[in-house]
């Protein structure tokens, strides 16, 4: 899963909330293997220039990452984040299964 999150009106308030409320709640999903956040540069070569900050969150499996966000920290994750990046846009969010090649 991938959640790409726009440039926040005010940084502060988004790293804040981010990093001390959502990241720790994420982290208690049943299931949950690594998340990793990438912040600071993020250069696009398709020339999107409004990209704040990535987070991506590894399951095992689909059905394993469905499990956790049907469950109550799931639920609570996604509440959290509408909290944090809830406005039209702020945020997009990928779930999907990848194979390595």
Same mark, same amino acid.
């Given at each position: 899963?991938?959640?790409?999150?726009?440039?926040?009106?005010?940084?502060?308030?988004? /790293?804040?909330?981010?990093?001390?409320?959502?990241?720790?709640?994420?982290?208690?999903?049943?299931?949950?293997?690594?998340? $990793?956040?990438?912040?600071?540069?993020?250069? #696009?070569?398709?020339?999107?220039?409004?990209?704040?900050?990535?987070?991506?969150?590894?399951?095992?499996?689909?059905?394993?990452?469905?499990?956790?966000?049907? #469950? $109550?920290?799931?639920?609570?994750?996604?509440?959290?984040?509408?909290?944090?990046?809830? #406005?039209?846009?702020?945020?997009?969010?990928?779930?999907? /299964?990848?194979?390595?090649?």
């Amino acid at each position: 899963m991938i959640a790409i999150y726009r440039t926040p009106a005010d940084k502060a308030v988004f /790293d804040r909330h981010y990093f001390e409320i959502h990241v720790p709640l994420a982290k208690t999903l049943p299931g949950l293997l690594k998340y $990793e956040v990438a912040k600071g540069d993020i250069l #696009s070569t398709t020339g999107h220039d409004d990209v704040y900050c990535i987070g991506t969150l590894h399951f095992e499996t689909m059905e394993v990452l469905k499990a956790a966000f049907a #469950s $109550e920290q799931g639920r609570a994750c996604a509440a959290d984040r509408k909290v944090m990046a809830g #406005s039209e846009g702020a945020v997009q969010i990928y779930v999907f /299964d990848s194979v390595e090649v």
